[in-house]
């Protein structure tokens, strides 16, 4: 009897042996093992596209700007773009797949992407210590086999991965580029007014070409309008972010560019129809209002600042005001009484100078100032350029007006277009 | 209790035993971010293992990683190819000098375990901008390294200013420094920055931060004795007023006294390595 009993003990003993399966609260996939599968399927998607993957990146600060990426399983990436000049050619960094709240894409050293996120204004162009608000590090949205599409964690920026073939592999940048450099020799019109011909209509133009952004001004027959939106280059030619709508036709993208130095203009096609960019002396439509809207409304009630003083065919700061000793200021004053406005130049030891003025404005919308006597005394060493300022400034046909931000204005001479100078 | 018994307990025991279930310790899926992080280990990788993980135990961190550095600033990665220029021109001017005059168990226990890169400079709300951050002395974060030129003494400087000034705050954490220190100069104001620096040196100090507090401005001597050497500082002292003179005239000898007593370290000796260092670039 007692050896059953102990032989009972013995069996019991033995079927106590645990079995670890049975203490799992809940059977079935992890949510760590599903992460790291959907991480390590994401990478391979990405690693496994042999002629790599063509992108394109919208920063949420506007614009967008093209690359081409080859990753490695390595976790290093080789990237190729249109940002500028520099960087068409092959430059290697780092990535790697992490979960981040959601499976997410890191660029962790520095690359091309990161320009547009550089907090260094002089590196990317955008504000300091904001740069063009812009991302290096983005979650998966959705993701088909032939293309990616990713949300900046930081800025909700978008990038567009699209996988490349063998022919795009080597050339979809260069070909980017060459549209690229093609509109950018916009910069070359010696005019300020540049005109977009299509079909019978003339649209006016204001292109930005660092933060890739285009104003049109047109008329449809209720009044001068104006449209902004931002750009990128593809290897047809530059497609807008959003449609201008004119006159009946929707125009997304600008093709087949091509550029004459000789004329001065950008033969393209708009929607299979022929067009053209060139220069203009004056503009197309013009906003009889914007003159006094300027005039009236100086940013602090007082005046507008101009940093670079009057540009003539391009060539920035012609009559050499940054060369004035102690220049700190240069701004053009607003003072209806007593009825004189100045362009006045101050420099940082407390003196001012500069013409006095009396501003009018004509019906078509242009202002025109007149020359009134000096204020203060112009230094000897600044005379030649406060003078060459006065004389251009207050040339008998005066300024058509444009209005180019929130906040800036140009003023363009009406005698020629290819004078102008920049309020803010 | 017979003999019997006793075997069989044992029997059951021994029996048990075995059945009983072998555990395996590790985690069957390792869990995402948790564990440290983990890529292929490139050239740079090894590298940096070799030079600063194995000899000094010290971790650099040069992929960008959001949560070693501040939320709300707007950031950039480190370049890939800047990362070694940094971080030898750290070694030889910095972690060598201090190795040769204090020896290795020194800079290995009280130096930084964690030295965190970062491209772009950190923009402030102030329209000031920070060059690096030290936290309780185990984590320095360097910024600007895309801009770093190893041939350009003024990025040098500036760089190593924010080494030597946050290494300075570990030893004096670690032994204090003399208390008669802080009262050779008595103006400390929170309100530093509002001051120029030919003012903050009319006063006695040797910069602007210096003047924010005792111990800022005892690690802020340090460390400009050690970037701008003996005839670098003794021009600096000899530029000002002559009741400042004597203000940094103690304070330097101060220093010289704590690096002796606290760490039998020749300060001039070190000061004379330091300089060597930074003119071999």
């Not at chain 1, 060459?178 to 133009?205: H, M, P, R, W």
């Not at chain 2, 375990?113 to 329209?127: H, M, P």
Request: charged share 20%.
């Amino acid at each position: 009897m007692r050896k059953i009993w102990l032989l009972g003990l013995l069996i019991v003993s033995m079927l106590s042996a645990c079995d670890k399966d049975d203490n799992e609260v809940a059977p079935g996939e992890r949510p760590d093992e599903r992460l790291n599968q959907v991480l390590s399927e994401y990478k391979s998607q990405l690693v496994n596209a042999e002629y790599g993957w063509k992108a394109t990146l919208f920063p949420e600060g506007g614009a967008g700007y093209s690359f081409l990426f080859d990753f490695s399983e390595n976790d290093r990436v080789i990237t190729r773009s249109d940002i500028n000049a520099g960087t068409a050619a092959p430059l290697e960094s780092t990535y790697r797949l992490k979960a981040a709240q959601l499976p997410s894409l890191l660029f962790d050293t520095y690359t091309y992407l990161h320009i547009l996120a550089d907090p260094d204004a002089t590196k990317s162009g955008g504000e300091w210590g904001e740069g063009r608000v812009s991302d290096y590090e983005f979650s998966f949205d959705s993701v088909s086999p032939d293309s990616i599409i990713l949300t900046g964690n930081y800025n909700d920026s978008r990038l567009i991965l699209v996988r490349a073939t063998a022919d795009e592999a080597s050339n979809y940048i260069s070909r980017v580029n060459e549209n690229a450099q093609t509109f950018e020799n916009i910069n070359n019109f010696t005019s300020y007014f540049k005109q977009l011909e299509v079909g019978n209509q003339s649209i006016d133009i204001v292109v930005n070409t660092d933060l890739r952004t285009i104003t049109f001004t047109y008329d449809e027959g209720s009044g001068v309008r104006t449209f902004t939106t931002s750009y990128y280059f593809t290897p047809e030619g530059l497609r807008l972010l959003q449609p201008l709508n004119v006159g009946g036709l929707v125009i997304t993208s600008l093709n087949e560019m091509q550029y004459s130095a000789f004329r001065n203009r950008i033969n393209l096609t708009v929607n299979g129809t022929e067009a053209s960019i060139q220069e203009t002396s004056s503009p197309a439509y013009v906003d009889p209002q914007v003159a006094r809207t300027f005039y009236n409304n100086p940013p602090n009630g007082a005046y507008w600042r101009t940093v670079n003083g009057f540009t003539v065919e391009g060539v920035v700061d012609t009559f050499n005001v940054g060369s004035i000793a102690n220049l700190e200021l240069i701004t053009l004053y607003i003072q209806a009484s007593p009825p004189y406005d100045g362009l006045i130049f101050w420099t940082t030891d407390g003196k001012f100078f500069g013409p006095a003025l009396r501003s009018r404005f004509t019906d078509d919308g242009r202002i025109v100032f007149t020359y009134g006597g000096e204020f203060g005394t112009t230094p000897e060493q600044a005379a030649p350029m406060v003078n060459a300022t006065r004389e251009q400034l207050t040339i008998p046909e005066g300024y058509y007006v444009i209005r180019t931000g929130p906040n800036t204005y140009d003023l363009v001479s009406a005698k020629d277009g290819k004078t102008w100078i920049s309020f803010q | 209790m017979n003999m019997k018994y006793i075997r069989l307990f044992l029997l059951l025991f021994s029996v048990s035993f075995i059945s009983s279930c072998s555990e395996d310790d590790d985690p069957d899926t390792p869990l995402p971010n948790l564990g440290g992080e983990t890529w292929v280990q490139g050239p740079l990788d090894t590298w940096l293992y070799q030079n600063f993980v194995t000899p000094y135990n010290i971790e650099v961190k040069y992929r960008f990683d959001r949560y070693e550095v501040a939320l709300n600033r707007v950031l950039v990665p480190a370049r890939e190819d800047k990362v070694i220029p940094v971080m030898e021109t750290i070694k030889k001017t910095w972690i060598e000098p201090y190795e040769q005059e204090a020896g290795a168990t020194f800079i290995k226990s009280l130096a930084p375990k964690q030295f965190v890169l970062v491209g772009s400079a950190e923009y402030n709300t102030n329209g000031t901008i920070t060059l690096g951050t030290a936290e309780g002395g185990r984590k320095i974060v360097l910024f600007v390294v895309n801009d770093f030129d190893p041939k350009l003494e003024s990025e040098v400087k500036q760089m190593l200013h924010t080494i030597h000034h946050e290494f300075a705050h570990i030893l004096h954490q670690t032994v204090m420094y003399p208390e008669e220190y802080k009262r050779i100069t008595t103006g400390y104001t929170a309100s530093w920055n509002d001051f120029s620096l030919v003012d903050a040196r009319s006063r006695g100090y040797i910069t602007q931060y210096a003047r924010s507090s005792p111990d800022e401005d005892f690690v802020e001597m340090i460390s400009i004795m050690l970037i701008e050497g003996k005839e670098g500082f003794d021009a600096i002292v000899n530029s000002a007023p002559e009741s400042a003179q004597t203000a940094f005239r103690q304070k330097e000898q101060l220093v010289v006294r704590y690096f002796k007593e606290a760490w039998n370290i020749d300060f001039y000796s070190l000061q004379a390595r330091s300089q060597t260092a930074i003119d071999a670039l």
